[in-house]
């Protein structure tokens, strides 16, 4: 079957959502530079204020951003033609490139206190962003082991989708409100005379990039919980394999481009208890959420 988007539910609302996402996700990332070359000392890597604004700026494009467009990424109408392994590969791509920009967040963080003599980890913030990072480098170390490597067994992937997709979740809401603590924590210490609470230009000008990330957040966690415009199951479903056969998610999906019926005798279910566990699979590995 040819999946495209004549067959999504609401195309024409999704596209209108995705636009605005990707709008709202683009325009944070300028106002982070704008923030860091208009109102402070731009970017450096000398262990001053330049270094530490590395942090900002790589948190929203690549924590926030670049993580947002991974989670949605299977719900692209468009790539349902394409080979769900590629898919997976495009995912975790993402989010492999959102944990290097969030890591050097980190290092340079740490490395402008220290050049300062100003503790580290010691507020809410540093606390909630340190584990974010842990558990989302985790989450992606799993999610390569169990669902992009074809070891796994096709229950423990099963098992664990659910809580690979909740954990995505939390972990990206879990971002944004740790980004939001930490840039109401620097303006509060950074602004003196104009003070934070006298909403000089610059307090007004983060506190409106702080309501695009609840937005950019908002539409994606929207469309990443619409069960309607998930990437469709493949109507010839695969066989099992066994570990050393062909990986999952590489056997069929060449024919969904054009509808060729050419190989479905390869395809055909060797019995009813194969095919309902290849459809949970199938669903689960769709849904996808790094």
């Known amino acids: 079957a040819v999946h495209g988007t004549q067959k999504m539910e609401d195309y ?40 530490f604004n590395w942090h900002p700026v790589l948190i929203i494009t690549g924590f926030v951003f670049i993580q947002g467009i991974a989670i949605i990424v299977y719900r692209l109408p468009w790539t349902w033609k394409c080979s769900k392994l590629l898919m997976k590969f495009i995912h975790a791509g993402l989010n492999t490139i959102a944990m290097i920009l969030a890591i050097v967040s980190m290092v340079a963080v740490f490395e402008y206190h220290n050049a300062r003599n100003i503790p580290n980890m010691y507020s809410l913030h540093s606390w909630i962003g340190l584990t974010a990072v842990i558990f989302y480098s985790l989450q992606l170390v799993l999610g390569f082991a169990v669902f992009l490597l074809p070891f796994a067994p096709v229950p423990l992937r099963a098992a664990l989708m659910p809580i690979h997709v909740y954990s995505g979740l939390t972990i990206f809401a879990t971002v944004i409100a740790t980004a939001l603590m930490g840039i109401t924590e620097k303006l509060i210490f950074s602004l003196k005379n104009p003070s934070y609470s006298a909403s000089p230009p610059e307090a007004t000008f983060v506190n409106c990039l702080g309501l695009l990330l609840v937005i950019f957040g908002a539409l994606i966690l929207w ?20 570990i050393g056969g062909i990986p999952e998610g590489t056997e069929a999906e060449s024919t969904m481009t054009d509808g060729s019926n050419a190989d479905k005798s390869d395809l055909r279910i060797n019995s009813e208890a194969a095919r309902k566990q290849n459809l949970k699979l199938d669903e689960a590995g769709q849904r996808s959420t790094m």
């Open 223 to 242: 469309m990443a919980s619409r069960q309607h415009w998930k990437r469709p199951s493949e109507e010839n479903v695969k066989v099992l394999r066994p």
């Open 12 to 51: 024409g609302r999704f596209l209108a959502l995705l636009v605005s996402a990707l709008l709202v996700g683009f325009v944070s990332v300028i106002f982070s530079l704008v923030w860091v070359f208009h109102y402070s000392e731009g970017l450096s890597w000398d262990g001053g204020l330049g270094e």
